[in-house]
């Protein structure tokens, strides 16, 4: 079945740097790749998602990648803010029928 | 997108009882998710309930341990039965966005502490 690896499992960057998050999956049938966001206390919250037709999908100052010969996509935050400070989670899924497979988790710190 | 509550939010449960957790989505879904997230962990899907029919369990989860109800399309409940400590956990509820999609949208958790 259906394997994501998501890595680092922790992230610590300096206000205003940008961050990167990588994950990896394993079924290439997978067309769809959800990035959320949980902060403490909360249910997890999409930030953005990105389709198999794309490349790359922009959002203000997030953005993912996609590499489908790779089999990898990335989460990349510029301009990171002290808000930006929570767990992020990537997904992948084959479908409206099929369940999302979810990353391990990286935890993003925003130094001040 | 879609606005989720549950209630309760939190609670503290003894050994061998059973809680049942509500989820209620402000306007018609069809499919409804109920995941487990121990601490410091990712999301594990434990049922999908479509309403009308029996929840699909997940590997590792079955109907007498987590029995779920889902009356209609806006309202689902996950009852965790004869609790043991290792029950103690977050429960999400989530929903698809649109019929069809891919999209999913969680409601913010009840944290369960059983002793």
């Known amino acids: 079945g259906e394997n994501v690896e998501q890595h680092p499992s922790t992230l610590s960057v300096q206000e205003g740097d940008s961050a990167v998050i990588k994950c990896t999956y394993s079924?290439?049938?997978?067309?769809?790749f959800p990035w959320y966001k949980q902060e403490l206390g909360k249910g997890p919250q999409l930030i953005i998602d990105?389709?198999?037709n794309v490349g790359e999908k922009k959002d203000q100052r997030i953005a993912v990648t996609l590499n489908k010969t790779a089999k990898h996509f990335s989460l990349h935050i510029t301009e990171t803010q002290p808000e930006d400070s929570a767990v992020y989670f990537c997904?992948?899924?084959?479908?409206?029928?099929?369940?999302?497979?979810w990353g391990a988790g990286t935890k993003l710190i925003i130094k001040p | 997108s879609a606005v989720i509550s549950q209630k309760p939010s939190r609670d503290i449960c003894q050994r061998g009882t059973s809680l049942t957790i509500q989820c209620q989505v402000d306007s018609q879904v069809t499919m409804m998710f109920w995941y487990r997230q121990q601490p410091g962990q990712s999301l594990t899907l434990i049922a999908t309930?479509?309403?009308?029919?029996?929840?699909?369990?997940e590997s590792g989860f079955v109907i007498d341990k987590f029995p779920i109800s889902r009356p209609n399309l806006t309202f689902s409940t996950l009852t965790v039965s004869n609790m043991s400590p290792e029950d103690s956990s977050i429960y999400l509820c989530?929903?698809?966005?649109?019929?069809?999609?891919?999209?999913?949208?969680f409601g913010p958790g009840t944290r369960l502490t059983v002793l």
């Open positions: 997904a992948a899924s084959k479908g409206s029928n099929y369940q999302l497979i």
């Open positions: 309930a479509n309403q009308g029919s029996e929840a699909t369990y």
């Open positions: 079924d290439s049938a997978s067309n769809y």
């Open positions: 989530s929903v698809d966005g649109t019929p069809g999609g891919n999209e999913q949208f």
């Open positions: 990105i389709r198999s």
